[in-house]
């Protein structure tokens, strides 16, 4: 969750095409300053600017880091065996997926458990 600072206008990716690694669909969306947004941060190199996912599915790509106030974070720790690695939720299903492309590895193999910061 995530709450912007000032009142914003950002360009929302609606769907993107994976095959011609193309945006396919965009639009434009205003978020209050202060209003809650379920959102979380899925691309971060460290820099002045993130992506970020939001509950819908939808992204923002290049949104400055300083626009916004993370209110709360939700990731979930995917484990298998002694292997453990912190994923946000949007990420969950491919970190499941390609825990169990590993040889040997069943769903009874992971565990999943929610870490709410």
């Known amino acids: ?5 000032e009142d914003i206008q ?4 609606i769907s993107f095409d994976e095959k011609n690694d193309t ?6 969306e205003t978020f209050k300053a202060g209003q809650p947004v ?14 970020l996912q939001f509950a819908d599915g939808t992204m923002a790509l290049t949104v400055q880091r300083s626009s916004f106030d993370i209110i709360r974070t939700i990731k ?3 484990e298998v065996g002694s292997i453990r690695t912190d994923c946000p939720a949007s990420m ?23 870490i709410v910061n």
């Not at 979380?40 to 002045?48: F, L, P, S, Y």
């Not at 590993?102 to 458990?113: E, G, H």
């Open 76 to 78: 979930y720790r995917v």
């Open 23 to 28: 945006i396919a669909e965009q639009g434009n």
């Open 38 to 51: 379920d959102a979380e941060i899925v691309n971060d190199d460290g820099g002045d600017y993130v992506d």
């Open 92 to 114: 969950l299903d491919d970190y499941i997926i390609d825990a169990l492309s590993w040889p040997n590895v069943t769903t009874k193999d992971i565990k999943i458990s929610v």
């Open 1 to 5: 969750m995530i709450k912007f600072k």
């Open 10 to 13: 950002l360009e929302i990716v």
